[in-house]
């Protein structure tokens, strides 16, 4: 069986499509030698296009100074322009209604300033009990600062007993029941502990068939799965560049803002002269007039020395496309849950279906969990522990191979030798 699964990891590698990409990044080492990662749920590995395309911000901040910002081949004042074409095409929008701009946590809170919009009757958020933590305090602290409290405010959506995973059926119906006073639904698109991808063209619309605003996190989902932003009618989403995008540590969040808000100037939203019409942008006057666009929601002038990597990252996925990405992601992840089926004491929490979830597992260990962590970092797989004992596991398309998969495997399985 170990020979099979050996030679199909290698025949898969052979016939990859996307096997010249791995030499785009670098691959850090452990020991000496390549290490396994498998985090880029986490942290994305770094483009080798993503130095050298910083490097010409730094020139022209030498050579030019202040004149970088409308002089040199991509003058700053327009750089947030180059990622409208990429990003709209991962998210599934229009490009007036991307834009890159801050870190995920401040985009969300500009994003609920805009669209949760309480009145008594209907002031209530709908999202997950087990939301990544950031996600739990933004709300929160949005809910106090209109006067609510977050303990009736805060409707959350748990599993059933003795269940990992929320059932679509079971999200409709909660949206049903609370339709009435429910101003917001907010879930991340892609669940990070579970790896669950939600229903969300289903869950969306139904939501806003029921006059509900829907606001995502899609930290998890951006470049990891396909998305529709536009046509799911989603108010706004919000997404971190560093996961599966690549960009680097903190690198520049995207946010989604659907058309139809864009020019509706009583949407209340917290202003700044990056948002100004550009035309009056240095006129320094008063009165603001949003960009009508996504746009109109940026605050500042862009951080370009931090963009310049997520430039260099959104290259390569515009030239291979979402749709390539997603079908080897299916296919590795297959190929993972095969092989991880052959342990009789790992249990995989995340959804069988391929639709889904994206390119993780998430592994429940029945036994000696940190201890076969411990052993797979000295073999130099690079992975994800989660208390109390899940390993999540991250093959990434754009560089990891079958062949590394098959190696984690009997990695895995020579700990159970011992
Ligand atoms: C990674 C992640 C974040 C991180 O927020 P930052 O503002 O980028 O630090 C937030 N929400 C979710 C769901 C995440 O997975």
């Not at 985090?39 to 483009?47: A, K, W």
């Not at 209604?97 to 985009?107: C, D, G, K, S, W």
């Not at 003795?162 to 006073?181: G, P, Y």
């Not at 903190?250 to 946010?255: F, I, N, Q, T, W």
């Amino acid at each position: 069986m170990q020979e099979d699964f050996k030679k199909e990891a290698l025949a898969n590698d052979q016939n990859d499509p996307l096997k010249d990409q791995r030499q785009n990044f670098h691959i850090p080492f452990v020991n000496g030698k390549e290490s396994i990662y498998f985090c880029g749920n986490s942290l994305g590995l770094q483009p080798k296009s993503a130095r050298p395309e910083t490097e010409k911000v730094f020139s022209n901040w030498q050579k030019l100074a202040v004149e970088g910002h409308f002089e040199g081949k991509d003058p700053w004042i327009d750089y947030h322009k180059r990622f409208k074409k990429p990003l709209a095409a991962i998210v599934g929008a229009k490009e007036s209604e991307v834009v890159a701009m801050n870190n995920l946590t401040v985009n969300l809170h500009l994003g609920l300033v805009s669209f949760y919009r309480p009145s008594d009757k209907k002031h209530k958020i709908m999202m997950e009990g087990h939301a990544f933590p950031s996600d739990q305090y933004a709300v929160e602290s949005q809910v106090s600062f209109h006067g609510y409290n977050p303990d009736n405010a805060i409707i959350e959506l748990m599993p059933s007993k003795n269940e990992e995973l929320l059932k679509t059926e079971d999200i409709l119906q909660k949206l049903s029941d609370h339709a009435d006073e429910t101003a917001l639904l907010l879930l991340g698109g892609l669940q990070y502990y579970t790896g669950q991808l939600f229903e969300l063209e289903k869950i969306c619309l139904f939501a806003k068939e029921k006059g509900i605003r829907v606001g995502l996190d899609l930290a998890h989902a951006a470049g990891n799965v396909p998305l529709q932003l536009h046509n799911w009618d989603i108010d706004f989403a919000v997404w971190c560049s560093y996961k599966y995008l690549n960009s680097g540590p903190g690198a520049v969040s995207g946010m989604f803002i659907h058309e139809k808000h864009h020019k509706d100037l009583t949407i209340p939203r917290f202003a700044g002269w990056w948002g100004h019409d550009e035309q009056e942008r240095f006129l320094m006057k008063k009165g603001f007039s949003p960009i009508k666009s996504a746009d109109g929601w940026q605050l500042s002038n862009g951080s370009i020395l931090n963009m310049a990597s997520h430039f260099a990252s959104l290259q390569i996925f515009d030239a291979v496309g979402m749709a390539a990405i997603r079908k080897k992601s299916m296919a590795m992840t297959a190929y993972l849950e095969k092989l991880m089926k052959t342990f009789d004491f790992i249990k995989i929490i995340t959804p069988k279906d391929p639709h889904q979830r994206g390119s993780q597992l998430s592994l429940y260990f029945e036994k000696n969990g940190k201890e076969i962590f411990r052993h797979i970092q000295d073999q130099g797989v690079i992975a994800d522990w989660r208390e109390p004992n899940v390993i999540r596991i991250a093959p990434a398309p754009l560089y990891n191979t079958f062949e590394e998969i098959f190696n984690f495997y009997y990695i895995i399985k020579s700990y159970n030798a011992k």
